[in-house]
């Protein structure tokens, strides 16, 4: 997560754990397999760590400012490519990606979403569907190469405007005013 994926070998990998490459060959036959498995794990621990966030948050822009912070630490370890290296030379590991985000990440943000038009932060009128997706497509959008190079930007910058803009795309005149109360210190960077 931290190099890329392509660039980190099977030899760098034994290295790194102190066994041989015919030791790491017995569990998994092939790099794909590794990859896969990583990403299976990387994924559990994130569901287990939204859930915790969600079950801390007493509403839901305090949930957002939960995932937030939690994304903005995350985010500075995970190397611009990986995305792109799942895609490419991973099938299976971005399946799992895929999969990952459109149940989980998806009714994450649906979720949020309903819990906050409930509260009334959020507007009744919005598509729930429709910006749980966008949401989605935003973080994508961070580790596009093509879009932000990582030589130009702070993913971990982008990050944090994209979900202040979004959040004020949505919220009503009390959201708003809670969400600048509540994400002063998180986005004194970009403010």
């Known amino acids: 997560m931290r190099y890329g994926i392509k660039s980190i070998t099977m030899d760098e990998v034994a290295r790194h754990c102190n066994i041989s490459k015919k030791t790491i060959y017995q569990y998994f036959p092939d790099k794909d397999a590794l990859v896969k498995e990583i990403m299976e794990k990387h994924m559990a621990e994130d569901v287990c760590m939204i859930k915790e966030l969600h079950s801390q948050a007493c509403t839901a822009l305090e949930e957002v400012l939960k995932i937030s912070e939690f994304m903005k630490k ?59 997706r966008l949401r989605v497509l935003e973080i994508e959008a961070m580790f596009d190469r ?44 970009i403010r």
């Open 74 to 132: 995350d985010i500075a370890e995970i190397h611009p490519s990986v995305l792109f290296d799942l895609k490419k030379y991973h099938s299976s590991a971005y399946e799992v990606f895929e999969k990952h985000r459109d149940t989980h990440f998806m009714n994450t943000i649906a979720q949020n979403l309903e819990r906050g038009i409930t509260e009334g932060v959020y507007r009744p009128d919005i598509n729930v569907q429709v910006f749980a």
């Open 146 to 189: 093509n879009i932000f190079h990582e030589s130009k930007w702070d993913i971990r910058q982008v990050q944090l405007h994209f979900v202040d803009h979004f959040i004020r795309g949505l919220v009503t005149p009390n959201g708003l005013s809670e969400w600048e109360t509540i994400s002063t210190n998180l986005f004194k960077e």
